[in-house]
């Protein structure tokens, strides 16, 4: 089965980055500069941004279901991601997993949790094919393990 990891549309963020930093801290957000080029994957593009590029920390909500794996965590998103569609990936891994260690999450169309992988972004491809090709499984999530951002979903193509 192929499948595609795409990246978050960058519709809702571009209101936030007019907002000055109180009203920002009243939604619990926070504008960063990269002080790196590796560090501040942007959820839109799924590439690290540069040094020097203003993001917005965030929290997300990036599984939005009822039951006891509905979950939100901190995300990135990058100023100069607004400017462009959001990435798409087809049976490739974006740009930012070669350098990270990953956590694959598989879930049902219920969003119930029905397996889970940590691993080493460079070999992710096959261990994403095997848990979207198991019985009952509808969509991946994709963690950075170490910090356990919310970094994508994952689709049967």
Do not use: K, W
Request: glycine share 6%; net charge neutral; proline share 8%.
């Amino acid at each position: 089965m192929s499948f595609v990891i795409r990246g978050l549309s960058p519709d809702p963020f571009r209101p936030l980055f007019s907002l000055d930093a109180a009203a920002l801290a009243t939604r619990n957000i926070r504008r960063v500069v990269a002080d790196a080029d590796h560090g501040f994957p942007c959820r839109v593009t799924l590439q690290d941004a540069r040094q020097g590029e203003s993001l917005l920390l965030l929290p997300y909500m990036h599984h939005d279901v009822a039951g006891p794996y509905r979950a939100s965590g901190p995300i990135f998103v990058s100023e100069a991601a607004l400017q462009a569609p959001s990435a798409e990936f087809r049976r490739a891994l974006p740009p930012s997993f070669p350098r990270r260690l990953l956590s694959l999450r598989a879930y049902d169309t219920e969003g119930a949790m029905l397996d889970a992988e940590v691993v080493e972004g460079i070999d992710a491809l096959p261990h994403l094919q095997r848990l979207l090709d198991a019985q009952g499984v509808a969509y991946l999530h994709v963690h950075n393990a170490r910090r356990g951002c919310y970094a994508c979903r994952v689709d049967p193509a």
